[in-house]
């Protein structure tokens, strides 16, 4: 059994700063790879950040030298710090990782509870 476990949403005034934070336990053999995606009301959830064990890293066009991802390897943690945050990155944010578990010995996908970011005045 895996578990993802988010923090770090809220309220917060156009041009601030968030950071999300993404805690993974449980039955962990490795994680390949880990990342945030988002949802608004009436469209489809997409893509924020990524990135795998080895280091690579991609990010939405819309969130390009805003967001930053980064991951405790040690702690299998994955952290988005948002920065010049816009109305338009209102959302709820779904922690995602590609695990391998113990038992059995098997790759996976597992989704976090989300976490709802507003960005208003």
């Known amino acids: 059994q895996v578990q993802l476990v988010e923090s770090g949403g809220g309220l917060v005034q156009p041009g601030g700063s968030l950071r999300l934070s993404c805690a993974a336990s449980?039955?962990?053999?490795?994680?390949?790879?880990m990342g945030w995606y988002r949802q608004a009301p009436d469209k489809q959830r997409e893509l924020v950040a990524g990135e795998t064990s080895g280091g690579d890293t991609k990010y939405a066009d819309s969130v390009k030298g805003r967001f930053s991802i980064s991951r405790d390897n040690a702690k299998n943690t994955v952290y988005l710090q948002m920065n010049s945050l816009k109305p338009e990155d209102t959302a709820v944010y779904y922690c995602?990782?590609?695990?391998?578990?113990?038992?059995?010995?098997?790759?996976?996908?597992?989704w976090g509870q989300g976490t709802q970011v507003i960005v208003s005045s």
């Open positions: 449980g039955s962990i053999f490795s994680i390949y790879a």
């Open positions: 995602h990782a590609v695990i391998t578990t113990v038992q059995p010995m098997d790759e996976y996908d597992y």
